[in-house]
Structure formats: C-alpha cells, structure tokens
C-alpha cells in the first residue's frame, strides 16, 4: 500500500491513538492484542512513509502507569510523537517500545487528542485502535463537540474479540467504527479506513429496491476496468452497523463496469468515480424469493428445477427443492426437474416470497427376468398417455422416483424379434410409497 501526491489536494494529518492498556495483554491467537496491533500499526506507517500531503503522529494510553486491584491512572494518555514533517520513522520506533499495562482512558485520550492538530487547516483525521473496553467516564458526545471545533474527524477501529460493543455504540456522535475478529480482518479493515483517509476518495454502491431503498443486499460484485475484462474489485456488498450500504475505496482514475451477481445479473457501465469526495452509485436490484417445497415428504428427496425466462431459454438457476433463493423482481419459468417434469410461472415482487407446492413422488420398483425396451408414460386426465422415461435396456431392475399419478408401462423383452410381444402394464405411483412390478 503506497500513496502519491494527488494535485491540489490538501494537508492530511492522521493522528493514530493506541490502545495499551493491560487488556491489550490478552491472547489473539498466537499473538497478543498488543503485539498485534504493534505489528500491522508498524507496517502501516512504513506503507506511508514518503507521501505527500500526509503528515501522521502517535498519542498512546494505558503505557505509563500499571492497573492495580486498587487504582487505575485516568489520565495516563500521552502524545508521544506529535505532528510535523518525515516523522514516520519516529513513530514507528516509538512504537516498538510501547508495553500494554494501564488502564483505559478512551474518552480523556479523544478530548486530549483536540489539542494535538495544530490548526484546522487541514483534513484532521483521528485512528483510534482499541479493544474497546472503556475504564473511565466522560461524555463522548461533549468530547465529539470539542473535537468537531477543531475540524477533526474521528474513525474509531475496533480490534479483538469480546468487545464490549456497546460503549463504542455512543460513539456514534464523533463518528464510524469497525470490528475485527481476526488478525487478517485487522488488517484489512486497518488498510481500508488508512485508504479513506489518505485517498479521501468514497464510494458507496446503492442496491435499490423497487421503491429506490438501498437495503438489497449480500451479493458479491465484480468491478472492470470500463470497456475490458480486467478485473480489479471484488466485493460482497454489505450494510453497515448503521444499516446502510458499507463505504468502499476505490481508485478514481478509471471508469468501472460494474457486475451485480444476483438472478439474473446486473449490470451498469462506464462508471465515473469524482476525486476528494464521496460517490454514491445506484443501481437498481429490486429483489424478492422463490421457494420450492414438498408438501408431504418423509424423506429428504433430491429434486432439482431449472429456473429462466420465457423471453430467455438460458438457465439463470437450479434450485433445489426445499430451498429459497434471491431473484430479481419479474416473470419466471420454473421446470421441476421431476418424473413427470412440473411446469409453473411465477411472479416475483419485492421481499415477497413465492412458494411452489409439490406432492412428495413415490417409488417405482422394477424387476424383470430378461432384458426389455420399455418405456414409462403418465396418464393425463384425458387418458391420454404422455412418454415420462425410458428404462435402462441392460439392467434387470431398477428404482426411479414418479410424481403421485396413474402410470402405464409399455414393454417388450428385446430377445423376442416380433411386435406382438408388447406388453402394457398399468401401475399407480402414491407419495411416500413404494409400487413394485415384474415383467
């Protein structure tokens, strides 16, 4: 991750807070909360080291004073590297000598840091890494007050596991934060907000239902270079604690094709990303369900179906029988992949749920002494007959599964090198229940 000066933006400084307090000591796999975060925090000041229109310093708390059964220092908050030009290296050595063992002053660390910017003449952004585990009280929302004065945006990143969650909740007046469960979780989410802030180019992708709500969702996206097969984003859209579409960050200086993989696919291309500001790109995806059950089944029968359109033979599904799945608002053609095949049209709506009915099929089966040509057809209510399957002409027996239905068998022993030798057997098919025949 690396970052070049962009022409005309402004000054960018990142004030990153670490959380060293003596819950930091916790294990996180083979490491330690704090070792973690020392690591990747690291890595990440070497990965800006050089940019333009960047400057970064380092306030630690819960580093000075040890928790005792008996006391905790609440103002053990400190601003060990402050602001200026190609201190990266200081920042980074700093932080290799932090040692996890107070307590946890969050809000105090957050009302001191105001004073840390030396004016607002900049894009004043503050990374707060924590286990979010607060031991002092203050009002975040006075500090966010204090904090907004002095043009500071605040992104709170939160690490580990168990968090109590709920404290971060009131930070929601100074602004976002995320969670991470695991190391690779940290530090992905750690290179996403240092992109936001760095980059200060957004995106956010809207997935609208029918009445332009963006709460579709849980759809993976492909995003190409505009007009090729390049590949460069691969995401799963998602919505936020806040139940909004999550914020992205992607390179401006391309146009997208964007790929929705819902069912069917949707697609909006030549996407334009504008520099320095937050994009919001809208795409419709009105979506709503299909669900196949059968109605009667005691056991786990395995039935397919194909799903298209009737203006598009492709198949865009196969579901299976006992399931639910997602797709676009509009027409159907559902074929049950059933002996007899089962045809249905559906229409879906928005969040609506369309259910097919299906009897449970039974078992037909068969055995014969001589191999045979046969062949199975259902009786229509008409009495018409209407071809089904064709038996295997080498094996002597067999099962196959029937939808519940008047059935006739048409066969001859293929030894027997005349017509007159056909035969036709009626049978009856019941749901859950096997009918056996000899030929």
């Known amino acids: 991750m690396s970052f070049t000066k962009v022409q005309g933006q402004e000054l960018t400084r990142i004030l990153?807070?670490?959380?060293?307090?003596?819950?930091?000591?916790?294990?996180?796999?083979v490491q330690t909360r704090i070792e973690a975060a020392k690591e990747l925090l690291i890595k990440t000041v070497d990965s800006l080291n050089g940019s333009a229109n960047l400057q970064i310093a380092l306030r630690v708390y819960g580093h000075q004073s040890p928790i005792t059964a008996t006391y905790q220092d609440c103002n053990d908050t400190k601003l060990e590297v402050p602001f200026g030009p190609d201190n990266f290296i200081r920042v980074k050595n700093k932080i290799k000598t932090i040692l996890a063992k107070g307590t946890t002053p969050i809000a105090?660390?957050?009302?001191?840091?105001?004073?840390?910017?030396?004016?607002?003449?900049?894009?004043?952004?503050?990374?707060?890494?924590?286990?979010?585990?607060?031991?002092?009280?203050?009002?975040?929302?006075?500090?966010?007050?204090?904090l907004h004065d002095k043009g500071v945006k605040v992104t709170p990143f939160v690490i580990g596991l168990g968090l109590d969650l709920s404290y971060l909740e009131q930070f929601k007046c100074i602004g976002s934060y995320s969670e991470a469960e695991t190391k690779e979780a940290f530090s992905n989410v750690l290179k996403s907000v240092i992109s936001k802030a760095v980059i200060n180019t957004t995106v956010q992708i809207n997935l609208n239902n029918i009445n332009k709500v963006p709460n579709e969702t849980d759809v993976t996206m492909f995003l190409y270079k505009a007009g090729t097969k390049q590949l460069v984003y691969t995401f799963v859209h998602t919505l936020n604690r806040q139940g909004?579409?999550?914020?992205?960050?992607?390179?401006?200086n391309f146009k997208y094709d964007l790929v929705v993989n819902t069912i069917p696919k949707v697609?909006?291309?030549n996407i334009s990303i504008v520099k320095n500001t937050h994009n919001i790109i809208p795409v419709d995806c009105p979506q709503g369900f299909i669900k196949l059950r059968f109605t009667n089944a005691t056991s786990p029968y395995q039935v397919l179906s194909r799903v298209y359109q009737k203006t598009d033979q492709k198949t865009l599904n196969t579901q299976s029988v006992g399931s639910t799945d997602?797709?676009?608002?509009?027409?159907?053609?559902?074929?049950?992949?059933?002996?007899?095949?089962?045809?249905?049209?559906?229409?879906?709506?928005?969040?609506?749920?369309e259910t097919i009915d299906l009897p449970a099929p039974g078992q037909l089966n068969?055995?014969?002494t001589k191999t045979v040509a046969a062949q199975i057809f259902v009786i229509r209510e008409d009495g018409s007959p209407e071809w089904v399957c064709n038996l295997d002409q080498v094996s002597l027996k067999g099962l196959?599964?029937?939808?519940?239905?008047?059935?006739?068998?048409?066969?001859?022993?293929?030894?027997?090198?005349?017509?007159?030798?056909?035969?036709?057997?009626?049978?009856?098919?019941?749901?859950n229940k096997t009918t056996s025949i000899n030929l």
């Open 400 to 431: 196959i599964y029937l939808q519940p239905g008047n059935y006739r068998l048409v066969y001859r022993q293929k030894q027997l090198k005349s017509t007159s030798y056909t035969v036709e057997q009626n049978f009856k098919i019941q749901s």
């Open 244 to 252: 909004n579409p999550d914020t992205l960050t992607m390179d401006p």
């Open 267 to 269: 697609y909006k291309n």
């Open 366 to 368: 068969y055995s014969a």
């Open 326 to 353: 997602k797709y676009i608002v509009g027409t159907y053609e559902v074929e049950i992949l059933s002996l007899p095949r089962i045809y249905h049209t559906v229409q879906v709506s928005q969040s609506a749920t």
């Open 108 to 146: 105090r660390s957050l009302e001191a840091a105001a004073s840390d910017f030396p004016d607002t003449n900049a894009r004043n952004i503050i990374i707060l890494i924590t286990d979010g585990l607060e031991a002092c009280d203050n009002d975040p929302c006075v500090i966010a007050k204090k």
């Open 16 to 29: 990153f807070i670490l959380d060293a307090s003596n819950s930091m000591n916790a294990k996180w796999g």
